[in-house]
């Protein structure tokens, strides 16, 4: 007969050394996964975040040959296209108009969009880099595409992973017959809920 075997949970562990343990894992992981992390075609992400562009963590040698890679990718967009970047937004609610506001100054297109960029300060990491970009992107058009499209790749599996908790919580052995067009639909909805205030923004009256 096999005899059950108890856990002792309060009895002490030794744990010397597991700190050590967890760096040298955490390392291998990340030398098999991303053997250089300080190459011009990654750090340029982090070039185009406002809360980390100074890219104080390379060698100055690194820092250059990033920023003339950005000089690279935005010579090429700016050549690609022979007519004006057309920004759209979504239309926001109208604003009553005070005698302040009319003193406000209309931001002026950037003519070194890069040089200008660069040597303004950093924002705290807390920040949002999206819409920081969103409020300067009259100023920066180009250099704001730019953001948004290196931007947009998640460093972490976090989301991916959490989506396919949400997808496990919706079929279950239960509920197997669910469509494949309500499916996502649920799935669409539940991932994008915190959105919907941005979109249906409540009337003042509410």
Not at 149 to 154: E, F, I, P, Q, T
Not at 161 to 190: H, Y
């Amino acid at each position: 007969m096999a005899t059950s075997r108890r856990l002792k949970l309060k009895s002490p562990v030794n744990t010397r050394g597991m700190l050590n343990k967890i760096k040298s894992a955490l390392y291998i992981s990340i030398n098999h996964y991303w053997k250089d992390l300080t190459r011009s075609d990654i750090l340029i992400a982090s070039l185009l975040d406002p809360r980390m562009k100074d890219l104080s963590f390379v060698s100055p040698e690194k820092y250059n040959d990033t920023k003339n890679l950005l000089h690279e990718k935005y010579n090429e967009m700016q050549n690609s296209t022979s007519q004006p970047i057309q920004l759209t937004k979504s239309p926001a609610k109208k604003k009553k108009l005070t005698i302040l506001a009319s003193l406000k100054k209309p931001l002026i297109k950037s003519r070194d969009e890069i040089a200008e960029y660069l040597q303004l300060e950093e924002i705290d990491l807390e920040s949002d880099p999206f819409i920081w970009w969103s409020d300067r992107e009259e100023k920066f058009p180009i250099l704001s595409i730019l953001a948004k499209k290196y931007l947009s790749v998640n460093a972490c599996s976090t989301a991916s992973e959490r989506l396919f908790s949400d997808a496990g919580n919706l079929i279950t052995a239960k509920r197997t017959r669910i469509s494949t067009n309500l499916f996502k639909t649920l799935i669409f909805l539940k991932r994008n809920a915190k959105h919907l205030n941005s979109i249906h923004k409540p009337d003042d009256s509410d």
